[in-house]
């Protein structure tokens, strides 16, 4: 009874493990129940904190914040677009090429194959290279008719993920116009804190991905004069054909991890 009625008992260590593992497992149940959308959100999230440093300097330049968000978006499509149809026609051509050489290609092959088992027959080791080559081509050919089987799965995956762009291009338009409203609100929530994190988390993000696209594209570039380089050189003839298809790829397999 003497006790002060302000002080309270210590909360026994039991108490604060199931508190611990009760909002594991209820985010656990969240994650398993509106996984996709939290992963949509967050993608939105992060589109808008990249786009919203162009929306603003587009709005320095005298635009509404509607016509700046308009305007970003056909620069950015255009942008694509440009570069996909930079890219597009030498890819084009050099599987063009493919195409034409694949004759010779598969008749090189096939004095390579005889050539390494003339080999192994010379060295006395049995290894029958022309079965295990058309063994190869029997599990590639059942590999494709499992693709093609399994057609309409994929066509609802890509429909799936059409879908879902539509949605992080929605949710990001949106989060775009109305980024100051967000802003003031995140402000009313935690206080003059809370506005200077999400500002900060913008620039570091975007820093970051700047960062990352420029090692890629470096990566990719070096990747592709270096193909073309020993193609001129006659180290390796296909590298000339080939050079910009190889150091397209080079940038987006480098760039896939981030």
């Known amino acids: 009874l003497g006790m002060d009625m302000n002080e309270r008992e210590p909360t026994p260590p039991w108490a604060i493990v199931l508190v611990v593992v009760a909002a594991l497992v209820a985010v656990w149940i969240i ?6 959308v939290i992963l949509l959100f967050a993608l939105s999230v992060v589109l808008a904190m990249l786009l919203n440093p162009a ?100 066509s609802l995956s890509v429909l799936t993920f059409l879908v879902s762009l ?14 100051s409203r967000i802003a003031q609100f995140a402000e009313r929530l935690g206080g003059p804190p809370a506005g200077a994190l999400l500002r900060r988390t913008e620039h570091t993000l975007v820093q970051y991905i700047k960062a990352q696209v420029l090692i890629s594209l470096i990566i990719g570039v070096s990747s592709g004069v270096a193909m073309l380089l020993l193609g001129v050189s006659g180290i390796f003839p296909p590298g000339e054909t080939f050079a910009v298809v190889f150091g397209a790829w080079v940038f987006v397999a480098e760039f896939i991890p981030y």
């Open 31 to 36: 994650g398993q129940t509106l996984g996709s």
């Open 55 to 154: 929306v603003r300097l587009l709005r320095n330049l005298g635009l509404r914040r509607g016509w700046a968000v308009v305007v970003l978006l056909v620069l950015v499509v255009g942008a694509v677009a440009g570069a996909v149809a930079l890219v597009i026609n030498p890819i084009r051509n050099e599987v063009q090429v493919i195409q034409h050489n694949l004759p010779a290609y598969s008749h090189q092959a096939t004095l390579r194959v005889n050539s390494v088992q003339h080999f192994f027959d010379s060295h006395g080791i049995k290894v029958n290279v022309h079965q295990r080559l058309n063994q190869g081509v029997v599990g590639l050919q059942h590999w494709i008719g499992r693709l093609s089987n399994n057609l309409l799965s994929y």
């Open 166 to 179: 539509i949605v992080v291009l929605v949710s990001t338009i949106y989060m775009l116009l109305d980024a």
